[in-house]
């Protein structure tokens, strides 16, 4: 087993040792989402017109509240000081981090999106093209999350910051993933938008494992 | 032969200048040890000698190799402050990471440095219901299983009794019997041979 696969087995391992960590952000996911209809109206009609927009934003935010276990406790113990010094490429180390996190994360969000889905009057047609989204989006959230998690790894209490740091970079993955799922409803064409999210991933992926590579050796000095 | 060089270097944190002009040269079988009061910039300097911090100036070779290349990299083993595990994992499943980072190992001779090191019986404790002296051991049981010529060692005897003591001074020697080059800090008396001294 390599070194890669070797991390993303230790991280996974880790998180089903402390499920807490994980937990956390998934059951913020499913309450604030369940609490909508609640708060607003239990009408299909209104419900339905507004879930795609609910869902992103809950799962936009979970993401977002699970970065600080991505770095940080690794920063804490000293493994990731091991890593930097490692001669493998830190930058693959990080990516097969951001893999277990997007496992731990994005995975349930997708799995869990059609049970909301249910819940807020979604269609069939609709459910599908929100867990299309999700799969081709969530594991951006992933990467660019990681660019923010790296640079305040080293800071504590970072948590706004994390926020102002990473939030207007998700703005564009939210629009045309909700826009998606709602143009769906109405039986809309929605390459468009499936080809910027997909574009968004592939672009990702080949640069932010280098980017949070670089901030990261910065917050070890 | 495996040489360390160092020439003139300087090493900034903040306002402060920890050392500057720095120059030495490290040989196979030598063993320095790096002294100096608290601040004087020993943790700074194996850092830079890690490749985890840049220093202001100045060269770092080994074996003709710069800090930044991964050949560089193969060459050392690098022990901090902190203990670089995970306290849900168990003393095996940290090693065994720790040592992969560098190398593969196989889970016998993972199993056998565990032993040697004290820590008997303990491979399937989590680390997190280990003692300080227990967790510093964990990690110096790599030292046991590390092909790397170039240790650099952050305060090794932190937290050990004097039986751990004894086993790393002894390995120490071995390594540098053995021709590896061996820098380390400690504020403790040591009882190596040949050992040369650092103050900063």
């Known amino acids: ?221 | 032969m495996s040489k360390l060089i160092v020439k003139d270097l300087c090493c900034q944190r903040g306002y402060n200048q920890l050392f500057s002009g720095l120059s030495f040269e490290a040989n196979s079988s030598n063993i320095l040890r790096i002294t100096g009061p608290n601040g004087s910039g020993k943790t700074s300097l194996l850092k830079i000698l890690a490749g985890l911090n840049a220093p202001e100036h100045g060269i770092v070779t080994f074996d003709e190799f710069g800090i930044n290349s991964s050949e560089y990299q193969k060459h050392i083993f690098y022990l901090g402050h902190s203990q670089a595990l995970s306290s849900e994992l168990s003393v095996l499943e940290n090693l065994e990471f720790l040592m992969c980072l560098n190398e593969n190992i196989k889970k016998q001779l993972l199993e056998n440095a565990i032993n040697k090191i004290g820590l008997n019986g303990y491979k399937d404790e989590y680390c997190s219901k280990l003692s300080a002296g227990q967790k510093r051991r964990v990690i110096l049981a790599g030292l046991f299983l590390s092909k790397a010529k170039l240790w650099l060692l952050d305060e090794p005897f932190t937290a050990l009794d004097s039986d751990g003591i004894i086993i790393i001074e002894k390995l120490i020697q071995e390594h540098s019997d053995n021709g590896g080059v061996c820098i380390f800090t400690t504020h403790q008396d040591s009882s190596l041979k040949n050992q040369e001294v650092l103050e900063l």
């Open chain 1, 1 to 221: 087993m390599n070194i890669y696969t070797q991390t993303l087995k230790r991280d996974l391992r880790i998180a089903i040792r402390n499920p807490s960590s994980v937990m956390n952000p998934l059951l913020f996911f499913v309450i604030s989402i369940s609490l909508f209809p609640l708060a607003i109206s239990p009408e299909s009609s209104t419900l339905s017109q507004i879930a795609a927009g609910i869902i992103w934003v809950a799962s936009m935010l979970s993401v977002l509240l699970s970065l600080n276990t991505l770095f940080h406790n690794d920063f804490e113990n000293g493994v990731l000081e091991q890593m930097a010094i490692s001669h493998y490429s830190l930058p693959l180390l990080i990516l097969s981090k951001i893999i277990s996190h997007w496992i731990l994360t994005g995975i349930p969000i997708i799995l869990l999106s059609p049970l909301l889905g249910v819940i807020l009057f979604l269609d069939t047609d609709s459910i599908i093209i929100l867990m299309l989204t999700l799969l081709l989006a969530t594991p951006s959230l992933s990467l660019i999350g990681s660019i923010g998690a790296s640079l305040i790894v080293g800071i504590k209490n970072s948590g706004m910051l994390l926020s102002l740091l990473i939030l207007p970079l998700y703005i564009p993955i939210l629009i045309f993933a909700a826009s998606a799922v709602s143009q769906a409803q109405f039986g809309l064409n929605i390459d468009l938008q499936i080809y910027l999210l997909a574009a968004i991933l592939v672009i990702s992926l080949m640069t932010v494992p280098f980017i949070s590579a670089i901030s990261l050796k910065i917050s070890l000095e």
